[in-house]
C-alpha cells in the first residue's frame, strides 16, 4: 500500500515513542546515580539495566555528535559504561551536521561521559569521503577526534582496495591514514 506525502506510519511512530522512552529512563536513571550519596552509589553498584532499541545520543556544543543505535543495551550507571549490540554508528563533525563517518558493528562498549567507544565484531564503516573500512574492532576517541585500529584492515575508495596493519582517521581533518604493511589488494 503507498502513502501519500505527509503520511506518517503509525508502527514507525510507536518503535521511535518506545526507543526515546528507553532512551529517557536510561538518561535519567544514569543522572539520579551519579547524584547519589555514597550509601545509594553502592547499592546500585550491583544494579545494571537492560534496555531494547537503544538511542545514545553524545555531544559538545553541538559539535562532533555521537549517535549510537543498538538492539539491546546493557547500562552499568555506577561505571558509567554502557554495553550495545547490534550497533549502527554516526558521527558528525561540525554545526551543520555533516556526516564524518558511520559505522555497523556485532558490539560497542561506550564510556558514557566522555562519549569514547570501542567497537567489535565485523566492523565496518565509511568516511565522508567515501573511504570504506572493515576491521576486527576500532576505537573512536570523541574528544580528540580519533577512530583508529591496530588490527588489519581493509579499506577501499576511488582508487582501489588496500590492506595493512591498522588505520587512524582524524575526524577534525577528515583524513585516513592506512598503517605499516599497506598493500594493494589486486583482483583477478
Same mark, same amino acid.
Given at each position: 500500500?503507498?502513502?501519500?506525502?505527509?503520511?506518517? *506510519?503509525?508502527?514507525?511512530?510507536?518503535? +521511535?515513542?518506545?526507543?526515546?522512552?528507553?532512551?529517557?529512563?536510561?538518561?535519567?536513571?544514569?543522572?539520579?546515580?551519579?547524584?547519589?550519596?555514597?550509601?545509594?552509589?553502592?547499592?546500585?553498584?550491583?544494579?545494571?539495566?537492560?534496555?531494547?532499541?537503544?538511542? %545514545?545520543?553524545?555531544?559538545?556544543?553541538?559539535? =562532533?555528535?555521537?549517535?549510537?543505535?543498538?538492539?539491546? +543495551?546493557?547500562?552499568?550507571?555506577?561505571?558509567?559504561?554502557? /554495553? !550495545? /549490540? *547490534?550497533?549502527?554508528?554516526?558521527?558528525?563533525?561540525? &554545526?551543520?551536521?555533516?556526516?564524518? %563517518?558511520?559505522?555497523?558493528?556485532? =558490539?560497542?562498549?561506550?564510556?558514557? +561521559? =566522555?562519549?569514547? %567507544?570501542?567497537? *567489535?565484531?565485523?566492523? =565496518?564503516?565509511?568516511?565522508?569521503?567515501?573511504?570504506?573500512?572493515? +576491521?576486527?574492532?576500532?576505537?573512536?576517541?570523541? &574528544?580528540?577526534?580519533?577512530?583508529?585500529?591496530?588490527?588489519?584492515?581493509?579499506?577501499?575508495?576511488?582508487?582501489?582496495?588496500?590492506?595493512?596493519?591498522? %588505520?587512524?582517521?582524524?575526524?577534525? /581533518?577528515?583524513?585516513?591514514? !592506512?598503517?605499516?604493511?599497506?598493500?594493494?589488494?589486486?583482483?583477478?
Amino acid at each position: 500500500m503507498s502513502k501519500m506525502a505527509g503520511e506518517r *506510519d503509525e508502527a514507525v511512530d510507536a518503535t +521511535a515513542r518506545r526507543c526515546a522512552r528507553s532512551a529517557a529512563l536510561a538518561i535519567a536513571l544514569v543522572a539520579a546515580l551519579a547524584a547519589q550519596p555514597s550509601p545509594a552509589r553502592a547499592a546500585a553498584e550491583a544494579t545494571s539495566l537492560e534496555v531494547q532499541g537503544m538511542i %545514545f545520543v553524545g555531544s559538545r556544543a553541538g559539535v =562532533r555528535e555521537v549517535v549510537l543505535r543498538s538492539r539491546t +543495551a546493557r547500562l552499568q550507571p555506577e561505571k558509567q559504561i554502557a /554495553e !550495545l /549490540e *547490534d550497533v549502527t554508528a554516526t558521527v558528525t563533525e561540525d &554545526e551543520a551536521g555533516q556526516r564524518s %563517518f558511520t559505522m555497523n558493528c556485532a =558490539r560497542v562498549e561506550l564510556d558514557i +561521559a =566522555r562519549s569514547d %567507544f570501542t567497537a *567489535d565484531g565485523d566492523v =565496518r564503516g565509511e568516511t565522508a569521503q567515501g573511504q570504506r573500512y572493515s +576491521a576486527p574492532w576500532v576505537k573512536y576517541v570523541h &574528544e580528540q577526534g580519533l577512530l583508529y585500529t591496530d588490527a588489519p584492515v581493509v579499506m577501499t575508495d576511488a582508487h582501489g582496495s588496500f590492506r595493512g596493519n591498522g %588505520f587512524s582517521y582524524h575526524v577534525h /581533518e577528515r583524513r585516513f591514514e !592506512l598503517l605499516g604493511n599497506v598493500s594493494v589488494v589486486h583482483k583477478p
